[in-house]
């Protein structure tokens, strides 16, 4: 392998040229000079690769490589490695380890060491690294800004929480050989706060079932569930038994845990400034929490300083995002009550919560809050709404057979089809920038040939802007690899199935798009691909040799799937400083 800067092989002649020229969206496009995309060849073979405002971190698999990189004397490790995009230099982190996990959180890059791959008692507990799962290993983090690494010896599970300087993750007690929670045994996972620029660890004492990820707390925050035979077999929430899993809530930067006396069925659900949970009336000591007469119902409860009962029996997920809940509403277990008006209570109705203005809104509709909700503006939300459900062909196919995008207003709740029937499987649809949605269209419940090719088989993404209710149809994209970012652009692969698309003259794979949100435009980037990961103005991607027809990394075979990185949006300034990206 070629070190630094060597690896740093520029596509501009060819690449950028074609990329400007090539647009894979069928509706008008709008024109930019400030949508050029630069391409780089890392060089390396890659896994486990992620983004960050001014870091890639990934590792480098040895067997690509055909190199002991880490000295453990053998070639099948993963070894951590980071790309400065400020100073465009890719370096090693660490001689001597591989490792299991990694992610970068501002300007530091953390990882685990994994002691079975590495071949070393890394936390120096005395046992001899074993194949077995779960792994011993060591968390270590590595600063941009002072190029120094902390260890942390005493943790070997990855965190699940980032905020700043403070992450959140569990200590497994099997692996330290220490109860950590004074329960008296060694089997629980403990909370454990990290602050990655002292290397200090504090033991909060409480044993969890499961940490969100920081995308699900609230600022500052986080909550989980704690399992009372965890914790020793104390009664929780008060309820006169130890069988319960109740909601506790950890402010990250005192480390002060809050048991809220709460049970709790499913994951906290955060955003900026509250959670949304539901509570098991049953688990709960048998109360009844919403009226009705019975204490079968899981209710939701809004968690803010105080704990606020809404008084909603509700079903499967709930949703919250920029001070707006959304969750669906059980008639039968509201007293049998018609809420849509269909003339029945065996529906699940789809209502909104706004914080602020603290006032329920129903929409009238049953629908599928898990992944298929989203807020493009504060005055409309987008939901798939099942036809059989409404029994009204949403989409004028003539059938009541589909799941049809529709936006609602939050003030009146009117609702306004989008005419496109949703695939229920991956992905539903996503929120890009605040204002967009994409959408996975199938053509047989569509009743439409998108591709020509005579059959209605396949499945198509469809952008559609939330504001102006405009559709940009991208061509070839269906039932392939989708990633998002929001802020102004996402990457998608598009099938081959209908054309050469990267030019190697073979129909074989995906190939690398971006989608520039600002401008609904498509390019494509020309890249056999797989598992884009998009980051600020940079989409990360593996690319695969034997798509590209091309020794990319020049070890002489095309079995590879070598680091690429795209920059958006180059002739812009950098969003991390005033320097330019234009691969020169």
């Excluded at 920038?433 to 209605?456: F, P, R, T």
């Amino acid at each position: 392998m070629a070190q630094n800067d060597s690896l740093l092989f520029t596509f501009l002649a060819v690449l950028v040229g074609l990329v400007q020229g090539c647009d894979s969206s069928q509706n008008k496009v709008h024109s930019s000079q400030k949508d050029r995309v630069t391409m780089e060849n890392l060089g390396v073979s890659s896994f486990r690769v992620t983004v960050g405002r001014r870091l890639v971190a990934f590792s480098v698999e040895e067997r690509a490589e055909v190199k002991d990189l880490n000295g453990d004397g053998d070639r099948d490790d993963h070894v951590p490695f980071v790309y400065d995009r400020l100073t465009r230099k890719m370096s090693q982190l660490e001689v001597g380890i591989a490792l299991s996990s990694i992610e970068v959180s501002g300007s530091n890059v953390i990882f685990v060491a994994d002691e079975f791959e590495t071949g070393s008692d890394l936390n120096g507990n005395g046992r001899v690294p074993v194949a077995s799962y779960p792994r011993e290993g060591i968390l270590r983090v590595w600063d941009a800004e002072s190029r120094m690494e902390t260890s942390f010896p005493e943790i070997s599970t990855f965190p699940s929480v980032f905020a700043g300087e403070w992450a959140v993750t569990t200590t497994s007690e099997p692996n330290r050989g220490e109860d950590l929670n004074g329960d008296g045994d060694q089997s629980d996972a403990v909370v454990q706060v990290l602050n990655l620029k002292t290397a200090r660890v504090r033991n909060t004492g409480v044993a969890a079932r499961y940490l969100p990820r920081s995308a699900d707390r609230m600022l500052g925050s986080v909550a989980f569930l704690v399992p009372e035979n965890a914790q020793g077999g104390a009664d929780l929430n008060g309820d006169g038994d130890a069988k319960d899993e109740v909601l506790h809530v950890l402010e990250i930067s005192s480390q002060t845990c809050v048991n809220r006396s709460l049970a709790i069925v499913d994951i906290p659900r955060g955003d900026g400034a509250a959670f949304v949970v539901r509570v098991s009336e049953d688990e709960q000591g048998n109360v009844d929490l919403n009226g009705d007469g019975d204490c079968r119902d899981l209710v939701l409860y809004l968690i803010e300083k105080e704990s606020e009962n809404l008084g909603y029996a509700v079903s499967r997920s709930t949703w919250i995002h920029e001070g707006l809940v959304a969750f669906e509403v059980l008639e039968s277990a509201h007293g049998e009550r018609d809420l849509n008006g269909d003339e029945d209570s065996s529906d699940s109705i789809v209502h909104l919560y706004d914080l602020k203005s603290r006032r329920a809104l129903n929409l009238r509709c049953s629908g599928y809050i898990n992944r298929t909700f989203h807020m493009p503006s504060a005055e409309r939300v987008a939901l798939i709404v099942s036809e059989t459900d409404e029994a009204e062909d949403l989409n004028g196919d003539g059938d009541l057979e589909d799941h049809v995008l529709c936006f609602f207003s939050t003030e009146t709740g009117h609702r306004e089809s989008t005419g496109l029937a949703c695939s229920l499987g991956s992905p539903l649809a996503v929120q890009v920038a605040n204002s967009l949605i994409i959408v996975l269209v199938s053509e047989w419940h569509q009743g439409k040939d998108y591709d020509g090719d005579g059959e209605l088989v396949s499945e198509v993404l469809h952008v559609v802007d939330g504001r102006t209710g405009e559709i940009v149809i991208l061509q070839g994209s269906g039932g392939l690899a989708l990633s998002t970012f929001d802020g102004n652009w996402f990457s998608y692969l598009a099938s081959e199935a209908g054309g050469d698309l990267n030019g190697d003259g073979v129909l074989t794979g995906g190939i690398l798009h971006v989608f520039d949100a600002a401008n609904l435009s498509a390019k494509n980037l020309l890249l056999g691909a797989h598992t884009p990961v998009l980051g600020p103005s940079l989409v990360a991607a593996s690319v695969q040799e034997r798509l590209q027809r091309l020794d990319l990394n020049q070890d002489g075979d095309l079995e590879d799937s070598i680091l690429h990185l795209a920059w958006l949006g180059t002739d812009q300034e950098s969003s991390i400083g005033s320097v330019k990206f234009d691969g020169k």
